[in-house]
């Protein structure tokens, strides 16, 4: 879990703006949801043979009365139980929504792993049309490219349906028992508990290995492989790139026909910036009536990482325009009055802040140190005669402005 500093979130506001203007331009609401959730939710959501599961990553806490409750470990099973829970259904179809917030996992940290991490999600709910995959797609590309990315890799593929998908993996459980002596120890684990996650295996010799492995992509029944053909038809259509990844495959439960990542290098072994796919069964599984559903999750740490990882600058910091001095006698009362007066009037603003009377000096020192425009002096001088000296910190000339005529000269400085 991090922190995040003051100079860190010039990069969080600028991906924080993008990921709500692309959802917005996209026709997506914003939804959010608890932070924690029944846990039964998510074993009958995500899966118990996601990671989530499997590796112990949720935090669980048993209450007093038994009950057990989690903190989310993703957004897609919250919003598709709060769609199910408000009626969202009986609104105009598909409905689309967005969340921004704070996603936790016990998984091991590293680089651009960590525990606490904060999700940009879109789902687009009651939809089956790969139309629809192809939006969510769209707007993880049109980030990337608003916030200036070069080089990131788009993966996709297909993992079919609850039809074909068992067929599928049957055949690869054949194929993988031919090789079990060459296969580590840890991917015979996997062979027996979900053999499809063997394929994003990272063991030295698998990719050789898993060159002569059966493709899903040959084994998807009508259905998913005229949705595949009309998904990659589209895209083309947009001259999106994209490579088909038949070993991409996700670690959550839910997913069928499309998944998709978008990758970065130079940020670790981490590298997805988004993840997504179609999830057809959640709502279902979840004790809902039949919705289809697509989406992805962006993890925006990452985003952040790799933005700087390119040299992607993000929007300067705000620098106060005034900072207000004074000088002893009533004058503090008038700064701290004159300071609202100038914010009222949408001029950031700092005021000296003294015990007792504080030397010019280091007031102007401090005005300088935070890089203001100009230091407003406010003297017993001043004060009697209902003006304010003003000190442009770029070396300029000081000035004496009425008080009255203060608010205007500055805007005819911005
Ligand atoms: P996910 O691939 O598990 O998918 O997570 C989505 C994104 O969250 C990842 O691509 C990554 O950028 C970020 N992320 C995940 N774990 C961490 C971590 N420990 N530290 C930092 N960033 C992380 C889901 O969560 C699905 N619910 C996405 C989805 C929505 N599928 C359909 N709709």
Known sequence: MQDILPADYRYWDLVI?????????????????????????FERGVGTASDFFVQK?????????????????????GVVRAYIENGLMNETQPVKLYSIGPIFRRERPQAGRYRQHTQFNCEILGETDPAADVEVMMVAMNMCRELGFRGLSF???????????????????????????????????????????????????????LADAPHIADHLCDDCADHFVELRGLLDALDVPYAINFRLVRGIDYYVKTVFEVWAQGIGAQAALFGGGRYDGLAEAIGGPPTPGVGFGCGLDRVILAMKEQGIEATPAVRPDVMVTHFGGGTKVEAVRLAMELRDAGIVTWVAFARGKRSMKSQMREAHNRGVRYALILGEDELTNHVVAVRPMDGGEQVTIAQENLVSWLHTKQ
């Open 57 to 77: 990553e949720m935090y669980t806490i048993l209450e007093d009365d038994d009950t057990s409750i989690t903190l989310r470990p993703e957004y897609t099973a």
């Open 17 to 41: 703006e993008t990921s709500r203007d692309m959802a917005t331009r996209f026709g997506f609401e914003r939804v959010e949801v608890p932070i924690i959730e029944f846990t039964d939710l």
């Open 155 to 209: 993966q996709l593929n297909s993992t079919g349906c609850r039809q074909c998908k068992p067929l599928y993996v049957e055949k690869l459980r054949a194929f993988l028992d031919q090789h079990r002596d060459e296969l580590a120890e840890i991917d015979r684990e996997r062979m027996r508990r979900n053999p499809l996650r063997v394929l994003d295996s990272k063991e030295p010799g698998m990719d050789r290995l």
